[in-house]
């Protein structure tokens, strides 16, 4: 067995300790962090911060379909009971007990009320030039679904501005319509559309 490892960065609208929080909250923000790879989410024990014991199934596989597949890229599902530590300051360590997945969160100051966040990710992977690929695939899989969290974790703190981009006014229902002219008054007789043309003056007489 070989120790492969992936790593993602993003730079979040919070501060440390408000960014802190939120990772170490797996009761109520941690499930609205995580992508569609994670399956059958629940607290085992604690919830919040050191000592919390968490399982959920990873689904890890492909990140596209290749052209001669079929229907979604096919996942492998690992089984995962995770043990939450805080090592250090501002440092969120996850064990799997079971695959032996390891997952740390570094977050550090940026400056100007932001937090740089960091999620290393290792594990143990098969040896051999024929598993190549499939180490290659595991590192890609990986750092897209932790890239991901990621970004849901920047959108708890700064969510997207509703509205639909190039709506134009008609499209809008509070829109008021113009009010329309009233009509000019026509001599009797006269149909619509048709022009009355006016007597020309009769020049003077001197």
Known sequence: MVELMTAAVAMINSSVEQVHSALVDYESVRPLLLPDNFDDYRVVSGGHGAGTEVGWTLLVGETR???WQLGRPKRVPWDCLVQVDEAADHQIVERDTRTALV??????????????VRVLVTW??????????????QQLALRTIY???LTKLHEHFEP??????????A?????EAPEAEPPEARPEG?????????????????
């Open 147 to 149: 890239e991901d969290i």
């Open 65 to 67: 379909r290749r052209r």
């Open 124 to 137: 143990p992977a098969p040896d051999g030039l024929a598993r190549l690929l499939t180490r290659s695939h």
């Open 103 to 116: 997952t740390t969160w570094s977050l550090h100051e940026a400056g100007e009320g932001r937090t740089a």
């Open 171 to 175: 499209e809008t229902p509070d829109a």
């Open 160 to 169: 997207p501005k509703p509205g639909r981009p190039g709506t134009s006014d």
């Open 190 to 206: 006269e149909e619509p559309g048709e022009a009355t043309e006016s007597a020309p003056e009769r020049p003077d007489r001197t």
